[in-house]
């Protein structure tokens, strides 16, 4: 499928003064905006324009950034087999999660209370979980734990069971919206409501751009899968680096610049128009990039995005290419569960389609989970702390979230959309 232009992007503020023929001048359609799906027809014009502008130039990386970098958490998608990310449950495994989850409801009436202790395993399925938190920090920054059959459970029992064996990986829950929201169901919910209603991509079928979100891993439970598309998408945001550094380190530079984020991003702190923050970070030994196009661009109608300049529309454009030149594409299963190291790598989801939107469908629905293990977290650059600190509260106990179990239900339905614009999604 192909991904078409999402709402009305933002301009370019200086092309005009890199157009130098007519030439140009009669591509200036092509790329006079830059929009939440990319456009390669437009970012090619665009690179080339600034090519010709910075030939005569001396490139260099800003102070502090290394030429590269290396180790296991940098690679591209032919290096990985699948022992490199999957986790296989047993029969055995499965029992154990099962009697854990008959355990838990048969002492809690909401999934509230899940942790470590509330949700008990066996040794060897700790052990599974164990590596699964390796896999993120030591080898490839993700990883899929398969063997469980969704369609077996309940709503209810399925949130359990994702936060139990969640809880393993990250001990801290955080929030989804700043209304203490403990999951998010990304699912195709634009049919279900209003127009105008439904304005974070996560919520609709759309193409998703490479991005990070406001986490420390990302988990995702897979309650439902599409009739077609819908693929993940998984890069090393250490090989992004390396690329971007041998070939273009203007782009480095910009993104390690500060960016004015428009209102209606992720965060608007104390209701101001806009917040600076870079894009890209080397801090602690490590590049750290908290990209998203979606607060630049937009991403609905609705939007109205200040312009960027042409480097800066370079340099989105650049980190999503980059990326999707290195992804691995995994076709999720029902059941399976898939964390991420949001900051070793970046994620986009495929354009998909589902095969009707009634009552009992098929459709593609993910439950996410934004967790924290407290010992393995990475250092944050001063930066990003408040926006961290807002998703993982040391002050606001889980036995005080609002959880959303079935987004299908008509009682959640008549509630409104769950997080028309939530928090700790950059998109």
């Known amino acids: ?43 090619q014009i665009r690179s080339e324009l600034v090519k010709t502008v910075l030939a005569d130039r001396v490139q260099l990386l800003p102070a502090g950034f290394p030429s590269a970098v290396d180790g296991l958490l940098t690679w591209t998608a032919s290096e990985l087999t699948e022992d490199d990310w999957l986790v296989r449950l047993s029969e055995e495994d499965v029992r154990s999660v099962e009697a854990a ?8 009436g909401s ?29 490839r920054g993700f990883a899929v734990v398969r063997g469980l059959d969704s369609t077996k459970y309940t709503a209810l029992e399925r949130v359990v069971i994702f936060l139990g064996l969640s809880s393993y990986v990250g001990g801290k829950l955080g929030m989804q919206t700043l209304s203490r ?19 974070s991509p996560g919520y609709t079928n759309v193409h998703m751009s490479f991005h990070n979100d406001t986490a ?7 309650a439902g899968t599409a009739e077609n598309g819908g693929g993940s998408m998984v890069a ?12 273009k380190p203007h782009v480095i530079k910009t993104l390690a610049e500060d960016w004015k984020l428009n209102c209606f991003s992720s965060h608007d702190f104390e209701s101001e128009e806009f917040y600076k ?28 995005p200040r312009p960027i300049s042409l480097l800066q529309a370079e340099a989105l454009d650049s980190v999503h290419y980059a990326a999707e030149r290195h992804a691995i594409r995994i076709q999720l299963q029902k ?60 002050d606001v106990p889980t036995t005080e979230y609002n959880f959303r179990i079935d987004p299908f239900n008509p009682a959640a339905l008549s509630q409104g959309p769950p997080a028309a614009n939530p928090s700790g999604t950059n998109g």
Not at 350 to 379: L, P, T, V
């Open 335 to 394: 059941g399976d569960i898939q964390f991420m190291n949001n900051l070793a790598t970046v994620h986009s989801r495929e354009e998909f389609k589902d095969s009707s939107i009634g009552a009992g469908a098929d459709r593609r629905h993910m439950i996410r989970a934004f967790i924290k293990n407290e010992d393995r977290a990475y250092r944050l650059p001063p930066q990003l702390d408040g926006a961290f600190s807002e998703i993982y509260p040391d």
């Open 181 to 199: 929201t403990g999951i998010a169901h990304l699912t195709n919910l634009k049919p279900l409501y209003p127009e105008g209603l439904i304005k």
């Open 277 to 304: 923050r870079p894009l890209l970070y080397y801090h602690d030994g490590r590049p750290l990039l908290f990209v998203a196009r979606r607060p630049f661009t937009g991403s609905n109608p609705g939007d109205a």
């Open 1 to 43: 499928m192909s991904p078409a232009p999402y709402g009305q992007g933002a301009a370019i503020s200086d092309l005009r003064n890199y157009l130098r023929t007519q030439h140009h001048a009669q591509s200036l359609d092509e790329c006079a905006k830059i929009h939440y799906v990319p456009s390669l027809k437009g970012y």
């Open 101 to 108: 989850t008959k355990a838990y409801l048969s002492k809690y």
């Open 236 to 247: 090393s945001s250490a090989k992004v680096y390396n690329e971007l550094a041998a070939t």
């Open 216 to 222: 420390h891993i990302i988990a995702l439970f897979v």
């Open 111 to 139: 999934v509230n209370h899940v942790s470590t202790e509330t949700f008990p395993v066996s040794e060897s399925l700790r052990a599974k979980m164990q590596q699964t938190v390796s896999n993120l920090f030591d080898r």
